[in-house]
């Protein structure tokens, strides 16, 4: 299995961007899948996880009430709405494959990973 991530770039602050995440070789449908983002000299950290019916989401406390996570199994692909976008937003973004019980907030609950795609917010 592959995840390619995508739609990543340049927008200003209070913007949006939408966030793709296609997995090839194998369908994620009974997967879990989450998204994570790194910012330059910062560890990588969770952003949102969402079950794999689509009926359960989690987000970071920073990200809450501004981002959305779904998902399109018939398409197998995982969808990040990024809204009211802010300089502290800009991060390379990675979608991954939640394999393992735990906190999804846990980077070594997951097995697989995208390749990221760049955010970034101007102000």
């Known amino acids: 299995v592959q995840l390619q991530a995508s739609g990543g770039g340049l927008v200003q602050a209070g913007g949006s961007l939408r966030l793709s995440c296609v997995a090839s070789?194998?369908?994620?449908?009974?997967?879990?899948m989450g998204w994570f983002r790194q910012a330059p000299g910062k560890e990588r950290e969770f952003v949102a996880v969402i079950g794999w019916s689509g009926s359960t989401t989690y987000y970071a406390d920073s990200v809450k009430g501004r981002f959305t996570i779904s998902r399109d199994n018939a398409k197998n692909t995982v969808y990040l709405q990024l809204d009211s976008l802010k300089p502290d937003d800009t991060a390379v973004y990675y979608c991954?494959?939640?394999?393992?019980?735990?906190?999804?907030?846990?980077?070594?609950?997951?097995?697989?990973w995208g390749q990221g795609t760049q955010v970034t917010v101007s102000s």
């Open positions: 991954a494959r939640k394999a393992y019980s735990g906190s999804a907030y846990e980077r070594n609950k997951y097995d697989l």
């Open positions: 070789g194998r369908a994620i449908i009974d997967d879990a």
